[in-house]
């Protein structure tokens, strides 16, 4: 247990549905990040939150919108995926300094696919 | 982009043997992570190394940094099967705020 948790573990949705990922932190974190795993590729950083405000969003399709209501909650709501999609979805938080950066911690991932 | 190159990419070796993963990275960086992903499961740290010449030791594992060359390396002492997992490494740039820039990962399976 990395003390960071993630909701649903496994999701099956189709094309036209509408679906949200959540990750919640218990280590007082003040930074939060969504990252997309799909076979043979490196680990893609999607969006990243410091102090609730997001500071990254690597070229994201809008088809994902994340949302950080507090520094433990993170969501990532999903419509009109596309089959391509389909991948593990891998939440993670650090505590951010302004010295120096911290070890990320990860959930276990929510393991998404798209019919 | 910052760019992190691990190989080899799949690596298979017998119990009791040793051997070394090699983790490059193309800009300069004082910050290097080892994790461990067993299959379907999330990503466990094993390392942080903060500075040249790091080097730090759990167990059969030892991971060294070399910021000068940009190399990091992960090395296994005496395998066991336990350590059948994915090895990645990721680096953070000197300006590239908390993004982590994670390797292709290293698929390593021990065989008895």
């Known amino acids: 247990e990395t003390g960071v948790t993630q909701t649903p573990r496994h999701l099956v949705m189709g094309m036209t549905n509408k679906k949200s990922l959540k990750c919640e932190q218990h280590l007082g974190h003040n930074a939060m990040y969504w990252y997309k795993q799909s076979a043979k590729k490196p680990l893609e950083l999607m969006f990243v939150?410091?102090?609730?405000?997001?500071?990254e969003n690597n070229s994201v399709p809008s088809r994902f919108s994340p949302e950080c209501p507090n520094s433990s909650h993170l969501f990532l709501h999903l419509h009109t995926l596309q089959p391509e999609d389909s991948a593990l979805y891998l939440c993670?938080?650090?505590?951010?300094?302004?010295?120096?950066?911290?070890?990320?911690?990860f959930g276990p991932g929510t393991r998404l696919t798209v019919l | 982009e910052l760019k992190v190159e691990q190989n080899p990419l799949f690596l298979s070796m017998q119990e009791g043997k040793n051997y070394t993963i090699y983790c490059n990275y193309s800009?300069?960086?004082?910050?290097l992570y080892w994790y461990r992903q067993d299959p379907g499961k999330s990503l466990e740290s094993l390392f942080v190394l903060l500075s040249n010449g790091a080097v730090k030791q759990e167990g059969r594992l030892m991971a060294s940094l070399d910021t000068k060359a940009r190399l990091s390396t992960l090395h296994i002492t005496a395998a066991v099967h336990d350590l059948s997992a994915t090895y990645f490494c990721?680096?953070?740039?000197?300006?590239?705020?908390?993004?982590?820039?994670f390797g292709t990962g290293t698929s390593l399976t021990v065989i008895p």
């Open positions: 990721a680096v953070v740039g000197p300006d590239t705020g908390n993004q982590f820039y």
């Open positions: 939150y410091s102090l609730e405000e997001r500071v």
């Open positions: 800009t300069t960086s004082d910050r």
């Open positions: 993670a938080s650090s505590q951010e300094s302004g010295i120096s950066y911290n070890e990320q911690f």
